[in-house]
Nanobody, 124 residues
Framework: QLQLVESGGGLVQPGGSLRLSCLAS????????IGWFRQVPGKGREGVSC????????HYADSVKDRFIISKDRTKNTAYLQMDSLKPEDTAIYYC?????????????????WGQGTQVTVSS
């Protein structure tokens, strides 16, 4: 079974950048689509970005489009979420998830393996 471990979260000022990492073990990411999700208190978990098994197809939520970039590094078996121009509303716990299928609409139900989450706080 695929295991996922997120890292790279922390405190950053508005306009700053962070790169989240999702290290996979128990399988190669070439065979998994990857999704990044986030959740804040009082709201449901939402899809941020997804990438296909091949890495050719990507999806971004409108709120992060042109600011975030999702990628996969096959040599490190790691997926990344590069986050630039961060805003206070980006503050959330960010989760990495994986599926051997198609990621569909980048929704929670498309994924079956999850990491533990990493906190991102954007504040001045």
């Amino acid at each position: 079974q695929l295991q996922l471990v997120e890292s790279g979260g922390g405190l950053v000022q508005p306009g700053g950048s962070l790169r989240l990492s999702c290290l996979a073990s128990g399988g190669t990411l070439d065979y998994y689509a990857i999704g990044w999700f986030r959740q804040v208190p009082g709201k449901g978990r939402e899809g941020v970005s997804c990438i296909s098994r091949s890495g050719v197809t990507t999806h971004y939520a409108d709120s992060v489009k042109d600011r975030f970039i999702i990628s996969k590094d096959r040599t490190k078996n790691t997926a990344y979420l590069q986050m630039d121009s961060l805003k206070p509303e980006d503050t959330a716990i960010y989760y990495c998830a994986a599926t051997k299928g198609w990621f569909g609409s980048c929704g929670l139900g498309d994924f079956d393996s999850w990491g533990q989450g990493t906190q991102v706080t954007v504040s001045s």
